[in-house]
């Protein structure tokens, strides 16, 4: 649905003003994303993102401790470790855990990630080669990312909660966010923008929390649950005030949720 012309003028410079204050690299070290920032090697960085995305639940103090114990296991050099670890070196994983992901959903993905990197040296590849065209989201690439994902013929059944799909409806928002610190870029220095086939227009907003919140209050979601479709609402409404880069509204909503505690009012 389009947005009312003044009403799209109003939150346009709202948000604006509010990505701009932090889309700032003081925004980097109380959140996940300062897990992959601590690399430097393209594989390290997408290794660690994913790994940082996928546990990325609960407050964000404990997110980044159990990341930066999960980095630790890994000698601190993610990619060497999928590519060199030994049998021995794999029972150091052994223990992990983090709300309800733990060893037995790790030894998967070290498994899924060895066996990828081996023949890829790119994660982007898992998502574009599910895209249609240039113009299409990247719902496509997430479901092609799920598939493949669990190809392997040992995938554990209960690890399949990790990785979400549109495809089962899920609004993907760690996913989501992890492909936003993959693609987009500007000059910030917040996002990476490490990838180049899949373009920041092409991005579909990460509906946490508190970007829900914020979203509802501010008439850019209507939907009442929080699913795929939801996601897509709010992605299509950012693309009216913003249609190349809509989702680096995303820093704009989750700062006003969690920094600001926004109650509506733009």
Partial sequence: MSLPAKRRAELKA???????????????PN?????PHAFSNPADIEISGLFAAVLAWGRRATIIAKCRELMARMDGAPHAFLLNHSEEELKGLLGF???TFNDTDLLYFIHF???YYRQHNSLEWAFWQGMQSDSASVEGGLIHFHELFFSLPDAPQRSRKHIATPARNSACKRLNMYLRWMVRS??????????????PHQLVCPCDVHVERVARSLGLITRKDS?????????GHLRQLDPQDPVRYDFALFGLGIEEGFAGGA
């Fill in 14 to 28: 709202f948000l604006d003003q509010k990505a701009e204050r932090y889309n700032q690299p003081d925004f980097i």
């Fill in 31 to 35: 959140d996940p994303i300062c897990i």
């Fill in 97 to 99: 855990c983090h709300r």
């Fill in 113 to 115: 990630l060895s066996w």
């Fill in 186 to 199: 500007d000059d910030k220095g917040v996002d990476f923008g490490l990838w180049k086939n899949i373009q």
């Fill in 227 to 235: 699913s795929w479709q939801t996601a897509m609402e709010l992605t």
